[in-house]
């Protein structure tokens, strides 16, 4: 029994050795790191000091330490920074959906300010404004070498005041002037109407509007059709749209989807991992649906685009999407100031991260640039267009009643009202001519 005890002991003793032993050098690295993080720490304060003392005009220490903050946070990618108390305010009133500016979603490259896409009806809207212009100067003066945050505080301005920005457009050989005058801008979250047989929901982004929006507009749209069993289809009109509310991407996915995963997060630990699943039923009775995509479409609506891609759900249409797959979280800090730090990456349900890569819309459709037709032009379709019916003196068809006569003028209506659609919008259009084509397939069985 002595013996089994000495023996018990001994294990004991020589597993501390051996313990320390391994958390010798472990223990001294750990030291060696903080020692050379309080060095930086000392430097940092040293500079601040000779900033404060020998710079040639007198500097606001507050002002020093918050762009000292967001240097440190702009360091990292293009979508952490620190929000001063005013921009803190300013971005929990976007969520909510109305706001003062241009109408203009905005990220940063190259050292220029990008634009990820205008809101539908914004000034900014209807000055012309695309997804990927860059704009160089704000009313002259050059945006290069400014945060994104300080760039955006140049185009902030009173309502009704006017803004000249000089854009970058690819295809464009020249840069050129675009003049916006400032307004309030109101969110309407989603845009619906029917056109034919089909449902249009034009999300224009995701903010708490966005669900309950959505919701009320299909419900009224199936009325108008008379019901669901009027339907043949939806078209999910996301395109230009530059994210929102991770919450909100979840609930518009959920509405569609009757179970499987929606989007899963992963941050720096695989503890803080996070998957989203959808919930029973499904507010479409299971209808075909076309998604609509561009380079405009980010963030949140990529969430959207690849769940209903990846559950086939939906056939994803247009160009690939704008690549932006990080999660960022916004904390409070003292001040009424907060950190919006990216913490995660988000994967849709096949595991794929959209990160720099963007969604690819299972069919390509790109969006033509309308060019005004002439005189001429107009001449030469109306004499290609012509039939036997347009012909002098041609025979009348004598086969067909008169309601079979009317059944086919109307679908001949359907078919122009098509074709103009092309005109003024192709990639709906197409998207549109998926669903008049698999609701002729009929139900599967």
Do not use: C, W
Not at 146 to 162: H, N, Q, Y
Not at 307 to 314: G, V
Not at 322 to 328: E, R, T
């Amino acid at each position: 029994m002595k013996k089994f005890v000495a023996a018990a002991a001994g294990g004991i003793v020589a597993g501390l050795l051996v313990t320390t032993q391994v958390a010798g050098p472990l223990l001294a690295e750990e030291s060696a790191r903080k020692s050379n993080v309080y060095e930086q720490l000392d430097l940092f304060g040293d500079i601040f000091e000779r900033i404060r003392i020998q710079y040639v005009e007198e500097v606001d220490d507050a002002d020093l330490i918050e762009a000292a903050i967001n240097g440190m946070l702009t360091s990292l990618d293009p979508h952490s920074s620190y929000l001063s108390p005013d921009d803190a305010d300013d971005m929990r009133v976007q969520t909510r959906g109305e706001f003062g500016g241009l109408g203009i979603e905005v990220t940063q490259e190259e050292g220029f300010v990008k634009v990820v896409s205008p809101i539908d009806d914004t000034p900014a809207d209807a000055a012309g404004m695309e997804a990927g212009d860059f704009i160089t100067h704000v009313d002259g003066e050059s945006v290069l070498g400014l945060t994104l945050d300080e760039a955006v505080e140049k185009m902030r301005g009173p309502v009704g005041s006017e803004i000249v920005i000089t854009v970058v457009r690819e295809g464009e050989p020249e840069p050129f002037d675009v003049t916006i005058v400032r307004d309030t801008i109101k969110l309407t979250a989603v845009r619906t109407r029917t056109v034919g047989d089909s449902v249009v929901l034009r999300v224009t982004t995701f903010n708490d509007q966005t669900t309950p929006n959505l919701i009320d507009g299909f419900q009224k749209q199936v009325e108008e059709l008379g019901g669901m069993e009027n339907v043949n289809g939806i078209v999910l009109d996301l395109r230009n749209n530059p994210g929102g509310l991770l919450t909100q991407a979840i609930k518009v996915s959920d509405e569609f989807l009757e179970k499987g995963e929606i989007v899963s997060t992963r941050g720096r630990n695989p503890e803080d991992g996070e998957r989203y699943n959808a919930q029973p039923g499904d507010l479409a009775d299971g209808k075909p649906i076309v998604v609509l995509i561009n380079g405009g479409s980010a963030s949140a609506s990529e969430i959207v685009a690849g769940a209903l891609q990846d559950h086939r759900r939906a056939i994803v249409v247009g160009t690939k999407s704008f690549g932006k797959g990080s999660v960022q979280t916004v904390m409070p800090l003292r001040g009424d100031g907060a950190m919006r730090l990216t913490t995660a990456r988000y994967y849709t349900p096949s595991g794929r991260s959209i990160q720099a890569l963007g969604v690819s819309p299972d069919i390509v459709v790109e969006q033509p640039r309308r060019v005004d037709a002439t005189p001429e032009d107009e001449e030469d379709t109306a004499r290609r267009t012509r039939s036997e019916a347009d012909l002098r003196g041609s025979l009348n068809n004598d086969s067909l009643t008169e309601d079979e006569i009317r059944q086919i003028e109307e679908d001949r209506a359907k078919a122009d009202e098509a074709a103009k659609l092309r005109e003024e919008d192709y990639q709906l259009a197409y998207a549109l001519d998926i669903l008049t084509g698999l609701s002729a397939l009929g139900p599967k069985e």
